[in-house]
């Protein structure tokens, strides 16, 4: 199994390490909900080296893979957009940012290997940095632990010199607070997460990292997106271009413009279950008393909340904030209602 | 001092002086488990076989079922850790405790490990 850079400072920190796409990565240290806690309240540090870090020197290629505006992506900034296939469907989410001397894509760990092979086949030259390290430095205190990129504003990103180490700063995440994702060469990593830690940072894992980005809204490639799934289904409409979408030069764009023409059958919608019990990833969802509507794509317990969230797939005609549901979970109902996303309102610095 | 025994799914089985035993999860266990948010009891009165699934134990990440590590009906449930489910982690082998049985034949309790056992068996999973 892979290793990222940061695998001795993980083990020296005590943390509790699963598989994940293939890494050895860290679930814990001290325990999910205090690591999730000081997040929201403090500032967390995950390691997020398992995500392929690459870079791409010619914008067009690329853009024709992509339903975001790329090419139109000022130096400086970041945008969240998708890979699709002919369908439509998602083969990965992912960062792009301009970095004016050439622009930096980062990959889902899960994806990277078949992302830098479709893009490839398509013509589009990819460096892959799959060595390099990524930290993410998450809060309200984020900003306190890095002034160095205090000038950087919500999606900017720059090269920045940490204590004498070359980054490459985004302000952005995965958590729904302010903060940033911070990428260096591998074997710099661990000097440079200890640094954020000595600095005042909480040592955070996946298992925290999945519960902020579910109280954020945003969706796990695996859980909540995939192959089959159609970006309009999945919310993520702010992802289209509206200028690519007219001018429909990208894969899958067809089927993106029919999906936004005539709707689709399921939407993904945020649900909040009554009691505390969690519904997890596969249960069932139906209409009370009546048949199955969905599938839960995502489930945890909200720290924050005190309470169980969850993401999945529910019946168009199901999918209005208030809809009242069972989720089925050990044979028998619980009740949930549609609710607005985010679970938790999001505290990017503008 | 009541006598305590072990099972592999990392159950501690206390004997009682009226003759019930009580079982809860290890210190092992719900370390774990980790931060558990939800806890799911059986009905008083429920005749249980041993290994059958009867309580369950939510974490943030994770569902996780209790299994019964005897045979026996059950007697009484702890609504505490209903209550306060994190209780579960402070006081495992103590407060946190999960239900208590009558066992169906209280020779099976033979059947478990004691502490220098479970110690053992604990150190044979690392």
Not at chain 1, 289 to 301: L, N
Not at chain 1, 306 to 326: E, F, S
Request: glycine letters at 10%; charged letters at 20%.
């Amino acid at each position: 199994m892979a290793t990222t850079p940061l695998d001795a400072l993980h083990r020296r920190l005590g943390a509790r390490m699963v598989e994940f796409a293939g890494y050895e990565m860290p679930l814990q240290y001290q325990g999910i909900m205090a690591e999730h806690n000081a997040c929201r309240t403090g500032a967390a540090l995950f390691d997020v080296s398992h995500m392929g870090q690459a870079e791409i020197a010619e914008i067009q290629a690329f853009s024709r893979l992509v339903p975001g505006d790329i090419a139109g992506l000022k130096p400086g900034c970041q945008r969240y957009t998708l890979l699709l296939n002919e369908a439509g469907g998602i083969l990965d989410d992912l960062m792009v940012a301009n970095l004016g001397s050439h622009v930096q894509v980062v990959l889902n760990a899960s994806r990277k290997a078949a992302d830098v092979a479709h893009m490839r086949g398509h013509g589009v030259d990819v460096t892959t940095r799959f060595d390099r390290a990524l930290l993410a430095l998450q809060g309200p205190k984020a900003v306190e632990i890095l002034p160095e990129a205090a000038m950087l504003k919500f999606m900017d990103a720059s090269l920045v010199r940490i204590d004498g180490i070359d980054c490459i700063v985004t302000r952005s995440g995965y958590t729904g607070e302010d903060g940033f994702e911070i990428g260096c060469a591998g074997f710099d990593g661990e000097a440079l997460a200890e640094l954020l830690l000595a600095r005042g940072a909480t040592p955070a894992g996946l298992g925290a990292r999945d519960s902020l980005r579910l109280e954020a809204g945003l969706c796990l490639y695996g859980n909540d997106i995939d192959e089959g799934t159609n970006p309009v289904a999945a919310g993520l409409g702010f992802a289209l271009s509206k200028k690519r979408l007219e001018d429909g030069h990208f894969l899958g764009a067809a089927a993106v413009n029919r999906a936004l023409a005539e709707s689709t059958a399921e939407k993904l919608v945020g649900i909040r279950l009554e009691g505390r019990a969690p519904a997890r990833t596969g249960a069932e969802i139906r209409l009370p008393g009546g048949g199955a509507v969905g599938r839960v794509t995502s489930g945890v317990f909200s720290p924050t909340l005190n309470a169980p969230i969850a993401l999945g797939y529910v019946r168009a005609d199901c999918a209005q904030t208030g809809t009242v549901l069972d989720l089925m979970v050990r044979d028998k109902p619980l009740a949930g209602t549609v609710s607005a996303l985010p679970f938790v309102p999001h505290n990017y610095v503008r | 001092m009541s006598q305590i025994f072990y099972s592999k799914d990392h159950e501690w089985v206390a004997v009682q002086a009226d003759g019930l035993v009580t079982i809860g999860i290890t210190d092992h266990a719900q370390s774990a488990l980790g931060d558990i948010v939800f806890v799911e009891l059986p009905e008083p009165g429920r005749s249980v076989a041993k290994g059958e699934a009867c309580a369950v134990v939510e974490s943030v990440k994770a569902a996780s079922d209790v299994y019964a590590p005897l045979s026996g009906t059950v007697a009484e449930v702890n609504q505490s850790i209903v209550d306060e489910p994190a209780k579960v982690n402070a006081e495992a082998e103590a407060d946190g405790w999960f239900f208590k049985l009558r066992l169906q034949d209280p020779a099976s309790l033979a059947e478990l490990m004691d502490r220098a056992g479970y110690d053992e068996f604990l150190g044979s999973l690392a």
